[in-house]
């Protein structure tokens, strides 16, 4: 009577290479997603910004005022407890991890509304 041998698990060998496979997809795929993630927070951003930008000058025409005589985060408040900006997720960059709803400021030039710049990464987090 000859014994029948059960293989009932995976060699070392076996096992280096689906790890050795898996950390190259990894090297490959990680980077690609980090950056793809970063470009996404950017343009969030830079549309958050357009946004604010909207609410702001919407904001001198209806209400005849300047929000130029307001503080940094007042500006932001003014907008959204006046209903400019619906919530104050508008007023929160993505790549912010604060919580604290006032990641962008408002630059005046003469009195008019010239620029709104992120505080987070006001470099990277351009928009036109």
Not at 80 to 87: A, D, H, I, S, T
Request: proline share 3%.
């Amino acid at each position: 009577m000859t014994e029948k041998k059960i293989n009932a698990g995976f060699t070392l060998f076996e096992m280096i290479v689906v790890v050795t496979i898996i950390g190259l997809i990894m090297t490959i795929v990680l980077p690609n997603y980090i950056e793809a993630r970063n470009k996404a927070r950017a343009n969030i951003c830079a549309s958050n910004q357009k946004i604010i930008y909207t609410a702001a000058t919407t904001y001198m025409i209806i209400e005849d005022t300047s929000l130029e005589t307001l503080g940094h985060k007042e500006r932001l408040d003014e907008l959204v407890n006046k209903r400019y900006l619906k919530g104050d997720k508008w007023t929160e960059c993505p790549s912010s991890m604060d919580g604290s709803y006032d990641d962008y400021t408002l630059e005046f030039e003469g009195g008019i509304l010239a620029d709104i710049e992120c505080d987070i990464d006001p470099a990277g987090h351009k928009w036109p």
